[in-house]
Nanobody, 126 residues
Framework: QVQLVESGGGLVQAGDSLKLSCALS????????MGWFRQRPGGVRVFVAAIGRTGRSTYYADSVKGRFSISRDDAKNTVNLQMNSLKPEDTAVYLC???????????????????WGQGTLVNVSS
């Protein structure tokens, strides 16, 4: 059974940087496209960034484009999210997700995107 475990969240100030990581176990990492989503308190889960199985394809939400960068390390079975120039509105629980199909990850439809981590909290103070 594939499991995802996120790490790296914390409390930072506006303008700071933070790097999140998500480790996959129980499956062949190279067979999965990976994505990051976030959910604010009382809010819905929204797409942040995705990366294809080979790492050549990436896609970002407009709200984070130019500030966040997604990457994958197949040797460590890990996907990372480098977050720069953080804003208070970036405060949320960040979750990673995995699927064999890149478009499914980008779409973020929970009817089809079934593999999720538990999330890590990012809190950006002003």
């Amino acid at each position: 059974q594939v499991q995802l475990v996120e790490s790296g969240g914390g409390l930072v100030q506006a303008g700071d940087s933070l790097k999140l990581s998500c480790a996959l176990s129980g499956g062949t990492f190279s067979g999965y496209a990976m994505g990051w989503f976030r959910q604010r308190p009382g809010g819905v889960r929204v797409f942040v960034a995705a990366i294809g199985r080979t790492g050549r394809s990436t896609y970002y939400a407009d709200s984070v484009k130019g500030r966040f960068s997604i990457s994958r390390d197949d040797a460590k079975n890990t996907v990372n999210l480098q977050m720069n120039s953080l804003k208070p509105e970036d405060t949320a629980v960040y979750l990673c997700a995995a699927d064999g199909d890149y478009s499914t990850v980008v779409g973020g439809n929970e009817r089809y995107l079934r593999i999720w981590g538990q999330g890590t909290l990012v809190n950006v103070s002003s």
